[in-house]
């Protein structure tokens, strides 16, 4: 079993910046990859960053490339989201999730994730 908490959530104007954090408990050892998607009100959810835990390869959705960047502190098993130069149209609920299986195509995939934090709100204003 593994626990994640998100925080860091919050209200900023268009063009400002957050930090995410996701951090993770239990059984740990077990994490293959970890990644944020975010979700709005009757839309599905949506990648938005994942890595891989064993090596720094990173992922991104098209729509936040060069404004997001997505890190880890392994010694905190800690998964950060920088999300600089934000946007009204990043307003969502952001969620960490944890996948314990080997990920080589999919990290883009909710499903392939087990684990799943109870989100953070991200409200941009224009």
């Known amino acids: 079993q593994v626990q994640l908490v998100e925080s860091g959530g919050g209200l900023v104007q268009a063009g400002g910046s957050l930090r995410l954090s996701c951090a993770a408990s239990?059984?740990?050892?077990?994490?293959?990859?970890m990644g944020w998607f975010r979700q709005t009100p009757g839309k599905e959810r949506e990648f938005v960053a994942a890595?891989?835990?064993?090596?720094?390869?990173?992922r991104y959705a098209d729509s936040v490339k060069g404004r997001f960047t997505i890190s880890r502190d392994n010694a905190k098993n800690t998964v950060y989201l920088q999300m600089n130069s934000l946007k009204p149209e990043d307003t969502a609920v952001y969620y960490c999730?944890?996948?314990?299986?080997?990920?080589?195509?999919?990290?883009?995939?909710?499903?392939?994730?087990?684990?799943w934090g109870q989100g953070t709100q991200v409200t941009v204003s224009s």
């Open positions: 999730a944890a996948s314990n299986i080997p990920l080589v195509l999919g990290l883009d995939s909710s499903t392939k994730y087990k684990y």
């Open positions: 239990g059984d740990t050892f077990s994490i293959s990859a």
């Open positions: 890595m891989r835990w064993s090596h720094t390869g990173t």
